[in-house]
């Protein structure tokens, strides 16, 4: 299983961006799917998901801000909006293989991508 995240970059506080990860895998729509991120110095913080059924499940400090999503051509997407200093870190995309309701903790997902970066300055 391979995950590619793509879409970081720099922004001013305010702005947008969307994080895309392609998944090489056809288990892709039975198993839960969520990003994560790691600010310097800091744990890995779960911030969306979906589970098989399609219910999603945002961390409090990015709902109404960041909508994650999914489409039938292997690719997880997220839509960050109205961006915060604190949303800086690294974005990993992940994959579960034994489970359908997604959860924010990394003890959940197996198959982790290399992350990309997303740096956003006030």
């Known amino acids: 299983v391979r995950l590619v995240e793509s879409g970081g970059g720099s922004v001013q506080a305010g702005g947008s961006l969307k994080l895309s990860c392609e998944i090489s895998?056809?288990?892709?729509?039975?198993?839960?799917i969520a990003w994560f991120r790691q600010a310097p110095g800091k744990e890995y913080e779960g911030v969306a998901c979906?589970?098989?059924?399609?219910?999603l499940t945002y961390a409090d400090s990015v709902k109404g801000r960041f909508t994650v999503s999914r489409d039938d051509a292997h690719t997880l997407s997220l839509q960050m909006n109205s961006l915060k200093p604190e949303d800086t870190g690294r974005y990993f995309c992940?994959?579960?293989?034994?489970?359908?309701?997604?959860?924010?903790?990394?003890?959940?997902?197996?198959?982790w991508g290399q992350g990309t970066q997303v740096t956003v300055s006030s």
């Open positions: 992940s994959m579960s293989n034994l489970h359908g309701t997604c959860t924010l903790k990394t003890t959940s997902y197996r198959f």
């Open positions: 895998s056809d288990t892709f729509k039975r198993t839960a």
């Open positions: 979906i589970s098989t059924d399609k219910t």
